[in-house]
């Protein structure tokens, strides 16, 4: 398995450079087409409108704190390290984002790692769905 940059799990660019371009491409490999993309967003879709019938609609404060900065920072290294040695996972990167949004008190912050998150998600779906026969 080729190794990944340092970078791809928390340098500071913009989401699309950073994470996407690296996990969808799949190392070298043509990014997935975008119906697969298109499915597993309905599928979110269809779950968001179960979620929202079963609950309807939820305003929960966002309970983020500076406090998470240490498990931030573990996660950090940990998917820094797993990627450098060729040992990198979805999980890895997932609980690097998911802790770096915990860390957001900022709005427009704490949405635009939440975004991250979602994309990250996604695209470990997507890699999931390839592995079907």
């Known amino acids: 398995m080729p190794r990944l940059p340092k970078s791809v799990c928390h340098e500071k660019r913009p989401a699309r450079a950073r994470k ?3 996990l969808v491409a799949g190392h070298g490999r043509k990014p997935d087409n975008l119906t697969t993309t298109t ?4 599928e979110v ?3 968001r ?5 079963k609950w309807g609609l939820q305003d929960h ?3 983020t704190d500076i406090a998470y900065k240490g498990l931030r920072n573990h996660y950090q290294m940990v ?3 797993h990627h450098t ?5 979805w999980l890895d990167i997932l609980m690097e984002e998911t802790y770096e949004a915990f860390t957001e008190e900022n709005e427009t912050s704490l949405r635009a790692e ?5 994309a990250v998600t996604i695209a470990w779906i997507e890699a999931i769905d390839r592995r079907k026969p």
């Open 79 to 81: 998917c820094d390290i």
């Open 45 to 47: 879709y269809r779950e």
């Open 85 to 89: 040695t060729g040992k990198g996972t």
């Open 39 to 42: 499915a597993v967003l309905n």
């Open 49 to 53: 409108q179960a979620q929202a019938k």
């Open 61 to 63: 404060p966002d309970g």
């Open 20 to 22: 996407l371009e690296p």
């Open 114 to 118: 939440l975004v991250q998150c979602a």
